[in-house]
């Protein structure tokens, strides 16, 4: 059944990251520098990760905050989600991330080109700019994104009132490691909202490709070994402490 009440919510959270996100980026490099130095990293990095947990905290209850196709893809694939309503959190978060990143082109129209808009500028010279490894590196620090995403929200078991936080902590850890490689997307709406607003398309398919097999991959190993074997287990105990009829 559609719920478009969820819909919104995953337009909403989608734009609040797109818009703190680029933000920190337009301002610790744009304004105060033209160069990432550590300080900026970690300013960007908490911009990102302090995002995703408010807005899961915000809006878990009502979509799940998902606030990515990267998250939204594996949870269609493991079937957590049905694929009429995955479609439309898809393009919810899509048309969040675009008002977004058309919000920070009126308002800082001259700062916020001299980045991109916050847009991911693919593979950097660490990586020797390799597609490849590029690739390698989103579709990595996805698999770990989407992995606390299922262990710490869809587990059952999972400890309770905890998941914004462990979720929010590893955004925090992947932008910390992943910005100075590939600017650290993980989410394709994260990128796409900025690059349409900014025409920047270089490498611009490793930000989908990388993400979404990331999270697949880890979705349906963490959904096979752990979650559905937990779920089976504790069906068998409720149906064995129920009374006989």
């Known amino acids: 059944m559609p719920n478009p009440r969820a819909y919104l919510a995953e337009a909403i959270a989608s734009y609040a990251l797109v818009f703190f996100g680029p933000l920190s980026i337009i301002m610790a490099v744009a304004h105060f520098g033209e160069d990432l130095d550590t300080q900026s990293v970690f300013f960007i990095s908490l911009a990102h990760g302090g995002t995703v947990a408010l807005m899961i905290y915000a809006f878990g209850h009502i979509s799940g905050a998902h606030i990515g196709p990267s998250v939204t893809i594996p949870l269609m694939v493991t079937r957590k989600i049905g694929v009429p309503d995955g ?24 700062l916020g080109a001299r980045v ?11 990586l020797q700019n390799s597609a ?16 606390t ?10 400890s309770p009132g905890w998941h914004g936080f462990a979720i929010g902590g590893m955004v925090f850890l992947v932008h910390l490691v992943g910005i100075p490689l590939t600017g650290a997307s ?7 909202g900025p690059a349409l607003v900014s025409g920047s398309w270089e490498f611009h398919w490793i930000y989908w490709v990388g993400p979404i097999v990331g999270g697949i991959v880890a979705g349906v190993i963490m959904d096979r070994l752990f979650v559905r074997p937990d779920e089976a287990k504790a069906s068998k105990e409720a149906r064995g402490d129920a009374p006989e009829a």
């Open 132 to 147: 490849a490894s590029g690739l390698a590196v989103e579709a990595i620090l996805t698999f770990f994104l989407v992995l």
């Open 186 to 192: 993980v989410n394709p709406a994260r990128t796409f």
């Open 116 to 126: 991109n808009f916050g847009t991911q500028g693919g593979p950097s010279d660490v």
């Open 149 to 158: 995403v299922f262990m710490c929200a869809v587990h059952k078991r999972a």
């Open 87 to 110: 479609i439309a959190y898809i393009a919810s978060q899509l048309v969040g991330a675009v008002a977004a990143a058309a919000t920070l082109k009126v308002i800082l129209p001259e």
